[in-house]
C-alpha cells in the first residue's frame, strides 16, 4: 500500500515538473522527421496487455503510407500511450481503435473507445490541469488528471492540434491532427 502510494506521488511530482518546464519553455524536444505508423505499434505494444487483461480487444488500423511527421518520437510515444491508457482506463466493455490516415491537409491519428464517455458539459474542461470527469474520480482509476493537459501542451509544442468528441454512456474519440503544410511539405 505505502509503495503504492509512494509511487503514485512520485508520478505526480515528475508530471508536474514537466508541465512547469514546458510552460516556462524550457522543455526541449529532440525534432526528427517520424513515422507515426512506427510510434504508434509501440505504443500500442506496451498498452496490448492491460487491454485484453481487462477483456478489451485493441484495434489499429494504419495507412502506412502517411507522410512522416516533425515531431520527436519518444514524446509521440508519450502522448498516444497516454490516450491508449485513458481508454483502457475509462472504457468497461467493447474495443479501443487507433487509426493513422492522411487527408489533403492533414495526417491524423484517432483513438476511439467505447467507454464512459464525457457529458457535454465537461468536454471543454478535459484537457485542463488536475481536472477529472465526476464519475471517474475514485480511487480506483487512480489517475491526477494531468495526462492531458501534458498530452496537449507536447502535440502543440510540436505543431499539432488535438481534438476530442465524446457522447455519454456511448465512448469518446481524440484526434492529433498535424498540418502538411505546416510539416515543411510532406516527403
Ligand atoms: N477515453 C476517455 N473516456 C472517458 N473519460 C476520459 C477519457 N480520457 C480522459 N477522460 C476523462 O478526462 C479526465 C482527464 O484525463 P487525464 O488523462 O488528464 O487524467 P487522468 O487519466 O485522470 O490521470 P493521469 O494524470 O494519470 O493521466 C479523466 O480523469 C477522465 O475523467
Ligand atoms: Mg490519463
Known sequence: ???QEAKRL???VDDLF???KMEEGKVSLSLEWIDLAEVI???VQKVQLKASDKGLILRASLNRSTAWVHGDGLRMEQVILNLLENSVRYTEQGEISITLGQTESYVFVAVK????GISEDELPYVFERFYRVEKSRSRQHGGTGLGLSIAKKLIELQGGEIFVSSKLGEGTTFEIRF???EQGGSI
Do not use: F, R
Open 1 to 3: 500500500m505505502l509503495h
Open 10 to 12: 512520485q508520478h505526480l
Open 18 to 20: 514537466e508541465l512547469s
Open 41 to 43: 505499434d509501440n505504443a
Open 113 to 116: 473507445d467505447t467507454g464512459i
Open 179 to 181: 498540418k502538411l503544410e
